[in-house]
């Protein structure tokens, strides 16, 4: 399998074509699926559709973008029209969407093909892929470990092979720690870069929809595609988008060296000694290649996941108010209208939507809505300030994905604040809205990939491709697969 530029030259070349390509990972994903459980739903048929149609164009000699002819998936939130997008949940088990979201249209116009809608944690919440309503998505690199979540099954049909690339969503690391667990590049972008129209919402503030690909370029390449303002999205940015391309060089500029803070909060107490080993030999060799490494404090980085866990299921609570039985989706009758809406939704949710659902219910609650909302927001405040007082000494920021390495199932479904400890060294980055990547930097003793983050300020995704790439061009680390 090869990456979209290998692909798109074998296109233009007449080496292979869209449908022999797109025939090639439909094959994988049969292989694969039965052991992995990566997609809710296979496209087969549409997939076909639009490999033929960019043949078509191939052979009456038009020009075809980068994008053209390349099989993508899509996590299971992102509506499809004609297509059923049920975001994990029982709730939306028949639900087929009317409209397009714009980042599929826009990937659509660019000529990608989509071969499915890949699992995740239901309504995007969790950080295994366990709480689907549907399967459980195994990690690539070992079938007895989760692949991270909720963008679970987006990251393990990339590791795998059975999709060049994916679109996946990120609330409080839903890109970034599954890219972490099955050894890919996972990037969320700043908020606003990219339209939420047509996302299926969990936390409208956290909300934003990013690539996982194998390599840094391709993730760009992606991202090049569905950025840019939807008057759609009403907190969409108004805002040029620059040539991400042009930002990947295979080293760091020497004459003006970018400055790499370290931030000594993600690290110590609570971190796999492997895993900051391989973070620490990681910011060596971005030394190595011409970065200046500095140590930078962000004393309300540790604040992150109480704030969040406050914000995020009151915005939930919010959001999933509109699952009642009486618009769409699941319905159950009964007697009478309240009675309707209790089973509907008892019957509809699954454990970990319940759970936040009443925990946003209780911290918006008259008499708590001060005590918890209210002080968590000025917590976000202080938070985005730590990272702006940082960017004022540094270009970029760099820590771990992840405090460990993908765990097995089960181990953590019982114990939901060992889980929310996973997203630890990624929720602060969507509080204060910023951009950052994921990209592998090493593995464990059992052969589990391990994660590097690298934060960047409001919109300078074209620093995060430069640094991120470099190291990449370094290091073989992506280009080791899994064993299936």
Request: contains cysteine; hydrophobic residues 40%; aromatic residues 8%.
């Amino acid at each position: 399998m090869s990456s979209i530029r290998e692909l798109h030259k074998q296109l233009t070349s007449k080496e292979r074509s869209a449908a022999e390509i797109t025939q090639a990972y439909l094959e994988s994903i049969q292989a694969f699926e039965p052991k992995l459980h990566s997609f809710i739903s296979l496209t087969e048929d549409k997939a076909l559709e639009q490999a033929k149609q960019i043949d078509a164009k191939i052979a009456a000699g038009e020009d075809i973008g980068l994008l053209a002819g390349i099989p993508t998936a899509l996590k299971d939130n992102l509506c499809t029209k004609g297509i059923i997008t049920t975001c994990g949940s029982k709730v939306l088990g028949n639900f087929t969407p009317p409209y397009e979201s714009t980042v599929t249209q826009r990937l659509a116009e660019a000529g990608a093909v989509f071969v499915g809608k890949t699992n995740l944690d239901e309504f995007a919440m969790g950080s295994s892929t366990e709480n689907s309503a549907y399967q459980v998505t195994a990690n690539p690199w070992d079938l007895e470990k989760v692949p991270g979540g909720s963008s679970g099954g987006s990251a393990a049909a990339v590791a795998a092979q059975q999709c060049v690339a994916a679109l996946g969503s990120d609330t409080g690391g839903s890109i970034r720690q599954p890219a972490s667990f099955c050894g890919v590049v996972g990037l969320k972008p700043t908020y606003g870069l990219v339209s939420r129209y047509g996302l299926v919402a969990y936390a409208s503030s956290l909300d934003q929809i990013g690539p996982l690909s194998c390599t840094v370029e391709d993730a760009a390449i992606l991202l090049q595609a569905i950025a840019g303002h939807d008057p759609q999205d009403s907190t969409s940015l108004k805002v040029d988008i620059p040539n991400y391309a042009k930002a990947l060089r295979p080293t760091l500029d020497r004459r003006n060296r970018r400055r790499i803070g370290v931030i000594q909060e993600t690290f110590g107490s609570g971190l796999e000694p492997v895993v900051e080993s391989a973070v620490k030999q990681a910011i060596e060799q971005l030394q190595e290649l011409g970065a200046e490494i500095q140590v930078i404090s962000c004393p309300q980085f540790r604040y992150g996941l109480p704030t969040y866990y406050i914000i995020a299921p009151s915005e939930a609570s919010s959001n999933l108010a509109r699952y009642d039985g009486v618009k769409y989706g699941l319905r159950r009758d009964h007697t009478d209208l309240m009675s309707m809406y209790a089973k509907t939704r008892a019957e509809g949710f699954g454990m970990e939507v319940k759970r936040r659902i009443m925990i946003g219910s209780y911290a918006l609650s008259a008499g708590y809505y001060d005590a918890y909302y209210l002080k968590a927001q000025k917590v976000r405040t202080l938070i985005k300030q730590d990272f702006e007082k940082a960017f004022g000494q540094v270009d970029v920021l760099v820590c771990p994905t992840s405090p460990t390495t993908a765990f097995k199932m089960g181990e953590k479904v019982n114990d939901p604040l060992s889980m929310y400890l996973s997203d630890l060294m990624t929720i602060p980055v969507n509080l204060a809205g910023l951009p950052a990547i994921s990209l592998p930097c090493g593995f464990d003793e059992a052969g589990l990939p391990i994660g590097l983050q690298l934060i960047g300020n409001v919109l300078r995704e074209d620093l995060l491709f430069e640094v991120a790439y470099a190291y990449e061009q370094a290091t073989d680390w992506h280009e080791r697969k899994p064993k299936l």
